[in-house]
């Protein structure tokens, strides 16, 4: 059978800024940036593009075009069988977000919906939103998002994933720079623009600001998630290194233009203690409450909502669709075709993400353990290139390729050293912080515990070291010369 392939070198990337950019663009950065500094945070941000985010991605586009396989595969024959277990957490790990983030998928197609009826203009935000989540709709809504995504992967890379993302990339930035454009002219929003882009020198001092930014970066842009690899399996002769520029730089884009819509909004409207405490209500409280409210004091307040939510529903809508497709991927490898394995992907997301769909607090539990598992995730695509031989991963599985931009032995200092370092002061850094703030840290049945991540980690890891020789076994395992 002839292997499927993206028709164009843009309609890879605009694939993967489809992949990158997600709901954590436009509901999560604004926050973020406004809570670590604003301007500061910013500087940080790009800087950890660089440091963290456009490494790994170059990391796994290059494992992806290698092996051609799906990321369970691919550890196993660039690290050897004994390693598959190290691909399972990952796709795993991505698996567990798609069965939750289809369901905040099915919350923006409620509010594009409902924006564009006005029924959101015409209810009392907190209102609509408690309405909304204590029923469901979040169910019916989550199972139409996975029908949708999965239909579109069906149809393959060329008539469905590269197809799909030519419309929704294009028109998501075109609406995000419609609403930033229109933020920019309400009354006082220059507030909002120093805020966001003039730093303060004193924020770039504070340890804080930098984690906070990695963060961000990891969970933003995506690496480490398998995406990008499994959309390098189909890719032609695209350069790797200026390609996962151009995805990183774009991602990080979207969420200046996001976060310019939303902090002009809010200091437009709010004195400066009350926008603080909007950004402080959460992703789901400044998305679905504070903004909705803010939005009805806007001149073309139906125009806007609409945006914001359609904008919303695109982002996250093009995420789920890789996030499918990676799972649909490791499926394929084992030998059966894409339409089997989409069905069974799809019922399998349906039935797993039906905790989540009428849970809030489970899915905030699943947003906390497997948000952290990403960075983990990012930390085994530095072991994988290392166990190859980071050198010889340089110069036979990046530099090839590279008609643009070829990478130098800097590359190696920043993957064997300055990556596993930014790792441990996450890590370290995420586990205090829920020790320090949570009094049962120890108890895995707890939402934002450290038990219920190693907990969850340790099955996960157990069961994947144990049914090892098995993975390699069904995948048919040979380590690649």
């Avoid at 950065?29 to 809570?35: D, E, G, S, Y």
């Avoid at 340089?394 to 800097?410: A, C, F, M, Q, T």
């Avoid at 370092?421 to 895995?444: D, H, Q, R, S, T």
Wanted: glycine content about 8%; proline content about 3%.
């Amino acid at each position: 059978m002839e292997r499927e392939s993206f028709t164009s070198r843009w309609g890879f990337i605009l694939s993967g800024l489809g992949m990158a950019i997600g709901a954590g663009n436009i509901w999560r950065f604004p926050r973020v940036a406004a809570q670590n500094g604003g301007g500061s945070f910013l500087i940080a941000w790009m800087i950890a593009l660089f440091m963290w985010s456009i490494p790994i991605i170059i990391l796994e586009f290059a494992i992806g075009r290698k092996t051609r396989a799906g990321v369970v595969k691919s550890f196993g024959m660039i690290c050897g069988s004994q390693y598959c277990w190290m691909g399972g957490f990952v796709a795993f790990c991505t698996m567990a977000i798609m069965f939750y983030y289809s369901v905040v998928t099915g919350w923006f197609i409620r509010y594009a919906i409902g924006s564009l009826k006005s029924s959101i203009l015409h209810s009392d935000p907190q209102i609509f939103w408690k309405r909304f989540i204590s029923g469901f709709e979040p169910l019916f809504f989550h199972i139409i998002s996975f029908l949708l995504a999965g239909l579109v992967v069906a149809f393959g890379i060329e008539g469905g994933i590269e197809r799909i993302n030519k419309i929704l990339i294009p028109l998501l930035f075109l609406l995000m720079f419609i609403a930033a454009l229109r933020s920019i002219f309400l009354p006082d929003s220059i507030k909002g623009i120093r805020y966001l882009f003039f730093p303060k020198i004193e924020n770039l001092f504070d340890y804080k600001t930098w984690l906070s930014a990695i963060s961000q970066s990891a969970w933003s842009v995506g690496p480490g998630w398998g995406l990008i690899l499994t959309y390098a399996v189909y890719s032609r002769n695209e350069d790797i290194v200026s390609s996962s520029l151009i995805i990183g730089l774009g991602n990080n884009l979207a969420s200046i233009l996001a976060g310019i819509a939303v902090l002009c909004t809010l200091f437009s409207f709010l004195p400066q203690d009350e926008a603080f405490k909007a950004v402080s209500s959460g992703n789901v409280g400044l998305t679905f409450i504070w903004l909705p409210s803010l939005f009805k004091k806007i001149t073309s307040a139906y125009l806007f909502t609409s945006i914001f939510f359609i904008s919303l529903f695109f982002a996250a809508f093009s995420s789920l669709i890789a996030m499918i497709e990676l799972a649909v991927r490791v499926i394929m490898d084992m030998g059966y075709e894409r339409r089997k394995a989409v069905v069974f992907v799809v019922a399998l997301g349906i039935i797993f993400g039906i905790p989540s769909a009428i849970s809030i607090e489970f899915l905030c539990n699943q947003d906390w353990v497997w948000g952290i598992g990403l960075l983990l995730s990012g930390f085994f695509f530095c072991l994988a290139s290392i166990r190859y031989g980071i050198s010889d991963f340089r110069k036979d599985l990046i530099n090839p390729h590279e008609r643009k931009i070829k990478v130098g032995s800097w590359f190696d200092v920043l993957v064997k050293y300055v990556i596993p370092l930014e790792f441990a002061g996450l890590i370290f850094w995420w586990f205090y912080k829920a020790v320090m703030l949570f009094e049962k840290w120890w108890n895995p049945f707890c939402k934002y515990s450290l038990g219920t991540c190693i907990f969850q980690w340790g099955i996960l890891i157990f069961l994947l070291l144990i049914l090892n020789d098995k993975i390699a076994k069904r995948y048919k395992l040979k380590k690649i010369p």
